[in-house]
């Protein structure tokens, strides 16, 4: 064979085995709306994560589908491009974002078209915190790494945030809850096309976070949502607390058009005049509805639809629909960490202009912060109450007894009584098992790190905390390697998440990485719960002399 044509087949070869080199770096997948190309991540025990992001799951919500429910995707001809993440949805100041970001991600360690079989495993979908306005499920946030180790699908997903996901007049013109809407929507993806990715579509565990977790008890109670998951895991957010849906959300409807130099004494001239304005001219507005400080930290939230015809996602208050029993009765996991949001103490008590409104405006403050009613007898009544609870007669200053008031009080104020709340109601009503947990371990790194140590020590397990053990969250935490303290604990958190979505039960058989120790459901006559810490412990009775006062200060009584 002459050089040339010998350097021919070589070169032939060689570019041969770099395509067939990249087919096996990006896998595709063969779903009912067409071909997927994902790519291949690597988790931290250096497994393959058969990687597919941002694949769309609802047409673009522009145009004249801003502010309207969701609309199934299309099929499409051609190969779709999974292999990188895609953007944010607009919220403010963030220069990645764009209107048309409702996709999701699936991560899976095995495929069936490679396997050759239908791998049916049980699959975890997982919607992001942050208030309604803020975060993503982009693997940058919510990275696989550790939990795609275990057989089981992981899906995470972007909603719709702020005004352009949550948005309602009360009106036809804009019912309400579309960012709910957008999550069920997810829910009916997985349903119809998981297993081309080896999920089962009837082992469906619904997860979340803050204002996941929030989302995650909703779809318990929407009608929407009914039969689309079959356990649940419920972190650091509830529904089911203090909030007694004080601020009408048509007034906040009203405060988006104000900011935006919008008419605002109709529903019909809101709308129309906020179709005008950019996305992220809207997300940028965030700023604009707070009170006092950054509070209220909940702005935008779900709403009980009036019946114009539509499909609603809300057709009765939480709280009532609980202590009727009108829910999907599955296996739940709800906890919150240590701190939660405590560490606002370290922060206020330097603040004099803090000190003072607390000490002085507290019956206009507290309402503000933890979104009960105000301006009426009953919320002064409520306002004088927790003051005296938490602080006492004395002054409200700076000195170690203030801060712990404020620690405590905003610890069981933003999350800690709502969720505590829903694991009594849930756990009295539901047919299924619930499961209760306090994340109390302390590692390195936190969301929250005490002022004057240049990012070395910690408050403790603060709101968000526990999830860099579940997930690797590169744009706040480092990642978790072998040698580092941390990795039992990432061990631990991810062993008892996974069993749970696999089994319904966190400790379903003795396990030495736990120690043996099995975790009981939550009950009235048993309240136990697993402390989550350097090692797992099983108490009961979590802060009951605490959540009892907002239990009197918020009766279930106010709920028919």
């Given at each position: 064979m002459s050089t040339t044509k010998y350097l021919i087949l070589f070169?032939?070869?060689?570019?041969?085995?770099?395509?067939?080199?990249?087919?096996?770096?990006?896998?595709?997948?063969?779903?009912?709306?067409?071909?997927?190309?994902?790519?291949?991540?690597?988790?931290?025990?250096?497994?393959?994560?058969?990687?597919?992001?941002?694949?769309?799951?609802?047409?673009?919500?522009?145009?004249?589908?801003?502010?309207?429910?969701?609309?199934?995707?299309?099929?499409?001809?051609?190969?779709?491009?999974?292999?990188?993440?895609?953007?944010?949805?607009?919220?403010?100041?963030?220069?990645n974002s764009s209107e048309d970001c409702l996709m999701l991600n699936?991560?899976?360690?095995?495929?069936?078209?490679?396997?050759?079989?239908?791998?049916?495993?049980?699959?975890?979908?997982?919607?992001?915190?942050?208030?309604?306005?803020?975060?993503?499920?982009?693997?940058?946030?919510?990275?696989?790494?550790?939990?795609?180790?275990?057989?089981?699908?992981?899906?995470?997903?972007?909603?719709?945030?702020?005004?352009?996901?949550?948005?309602?007049?009360?009106?036809?013109?804009?019912?309400?809850?579309?960012?709910?809407?957008?999550?069920?929507?997810?829910?009916?993806?997985?349903?119809?096309?998981?297993?081309?990715?080896?999920?089962?579509?009837?082992?469906?565990?619904?997860?979340?976070?803050?204002a996941g977790s929030w989302s995650t008890i909703l779809h318990m109670?929407?009608?929407?949502?009914?039969?689309?998951?079959?356990?649940?895991?419920?972190?650091?957010?509830?529904?089911?607390?203090?909030?007694?849906?004080?601020?009408?959300?048509?007034?906040?409807?009203?405060?988006?058009?104000?900011?935006?130099?919008?008419?605002?004494?109709?529903?019909?001239?809101?709308?129309?005049?906020?179709?005008?304005?950019?996305?992220?001219?809207?997300?940028?507005?965030?700023?604009?509805?707070?009170?006092?400080?950054?509070?209220?930290?909940?702005?935008?939230?779900?709403?009980?639809?009036?019946?114009?015809?539509?499909?609603?996602?809300?057709?009765?208050?939480?709280?009532?629909?609980?202590?009727?029993?009108?829910?999907?009765?599955?296996?739940?996991?709800?906890?919150?960490?240590?701190?939660?949001?405590?560490?606002?103490?370290?922060?206020?008590?330097?603040?004099?202009?803090?000190?003072?409104?607390?000490?002085?405006?507290?019956?206009?403050?507290?309402?503000?912060?933890?979104?009960?009613?105000?301006?009426?007898?009953?919320?002064?009544?409520?306002?004088?109450?927790?003051?005296?609870?938490?602080?006492?007669?004395?002054?409200?200053?700076?000195?170690?007894?203030?801060?712990?008031?404020?620690?405590?009080?905003?610890?069981?104020?933003?999350?800690?009584?709502?969720?505590?709340?829903?694991?009594?109601?849930?756990?009295?009503?539901?047919?299924?098992?619930?499961?209760?947990?306090?994340?109390?371990?302390?590692?390195?790194?936190?969301?929250?790190?005490?002022?004057?140590?240049?990012?070395?020590?910690?408050?403790?397990?603060?709101?968000?905390?526990?999830?860099?053990?579940?997930?690797?969250?590169?744009?706040?935490?480092?990642?978790?390697?072998?040698?580092?303290?941390?990795?039992?604990?990432?061990?631990?958190?991810?062993?008892?998440?996974?069993?749970?979505?696999?089994?319904?039960?966190?400790?379903?058989?003795?396990?030495?990485?736990?120690?043996?120790?099995?975790?009981?459901?939550?009950?009235?006559?048993?309240?136990?719960?697993?402390?989550?810490?350097?090692?797992?412990?099983?108490?009961?009775?979590?802060?009951?002399?605490?959540?009892?006062?907002?239990?009197?200060?918020?009766?279930?009584?106010?709920?028919?």
């Amino acid at each position: 064979m002459s050089t040339t044509k010998y350097l021919i087949l070589f070169a032939f070869v060689v570019l041969l085995n770099v395509w067939h080199s990249k087919c096996e770096d990006q896998p595709v997948v063969d779903t009912d709306l067409g071909k997927i190309r994902g790519s291949i991540l690597k988790s931290r025990l250096g497994n393959d994560i058969y990687s597919f992001r941002s694949i769309r799951y609802t047409k673009p919500p522009v145009g004249e589908l801003r502010f309207q429910p969701p609309v199934p995707v299309e099929k499409w001809n051609n190969i779709y491009d999974a292999t990188q993440p895609g953007p944010v949805c607009p919220q403010a100041n963030n220069t990645n974002s764009s209107e048309d970001c409702l996709m999701l991600n699936v991560y899976v360690n095995k495929l069936p078209v490679k396997e050759k079989t239908n791998l049916n495993r049980p699959v975890m979908v997982f919607f992001h915190p942050g208030g309604f306005y803020g975060f993503t499920g982009a693997s940058y946030s919510f990275g696989p790494d550790y939990l795609a180790d275990e057989d089981i699908v992981l899906v995470t997903a972007n909603y719709r945030l702020g005004s352009l996901g949550f948005l309602s007049t009360g009106t036809k013109e804009a019912p309400g809850n579309n960012g709910f809407k957008d999550q069920v929507m997810v829910l009916k993806w997985v349903r119809d096309h998981i297993r081309a990715f080896g999920g089962n579509p009837n082992m469906v565990t619904l997860s979340g976070h803050s204002a996941g977790s929030w989302s995650t008890i909703l779809h318990m109670i929407s009608p929407m949502s009914k039969g689309l998951f079959h356990r649940a895991i419920a972190m650091s957010s509830s529904p089911l607390g203090a909030a007694l849906r004080s601020r009408d959300q048509y007034n906040i409807a009203q405060k988006q058009a104000q900011l935006l130099n919008c008419p605002d004494d109709s529903p019909v001239n809101i709308i129309n005049c906020l179709k005008t304005k950019s996305a992220q001219e809207i997300a940028d507005t965030r700023s604009g509805f707070a009170e006092v400080g950054g509070d209220p930290i909940l702005i935008w939230r779900d709403v009980i639809e009036p019946d114009f015809g539509q499909e609603r996602f809300l057709t009765e208050h939480p709280v009532t629909a609980v202590l009727h029993g009108r829910f999907t009765n599955v296996p739940i996991m709800l906890g919150l960490t240590e701190i939660e949001f405590g560490f606002v103490s370290h922060i206020a008590i330097r603040n004099q202009m803090y000190v003072d409104m607390m000490n002085n405006e507290y019956e206009r403050i507290l309402p503000i912060v933890f979104n009960y009613e105000r301006g009426t007898e009953r919320s002064r009544r409520i306002s004088a109450a927790l003051r005296q609870f938490y602080f006492g007669d004395g002054p409200i200053e700076n000195s170690t007894s203030t801060r712990e008031g404020i620690d405590y009080l905003y610890r069981d104020g933003i999350t800690g009584f709502a969720i505590n709340r829903a694991v009594k109601l849930i756990s009295e009503k539901n047919s299924a098992n619930t499961y209760y947990h306090l994340v109390t371990y302390r590692g390195r790194y936190s969301y929250f790190y005490l002022p004057d140590t240049n990012r070395t020590q910690t408050a403790g397990a603060s709101h968000h905390d526990e999830l860099m053990y579940l997930f690797y969250m590169s744009t706040f935490f480092p990642y978790i390697n072998r040698d580092d303290p941390e990795w039992n604990m990432v061990d631990r958190m991810v062993k008892m998440w996974t069993d749970f979505v696999k089994t319904g039960n966190p400790t379903p058989g003795s396990s030495q990485l736990l120690n043996n120790v099995h975790w009981p459901p939550y009950s009235k006559n048993s309240p136990k719960y697993m402390d989550i810490g350097d090692k797992l412990v099983v108490k009961e009775n979590l802060y009951e002399d605490r959540y009892q006062e907002w239990e009197k200060l918020f009766p279930l009584s106010d709920y028919s």
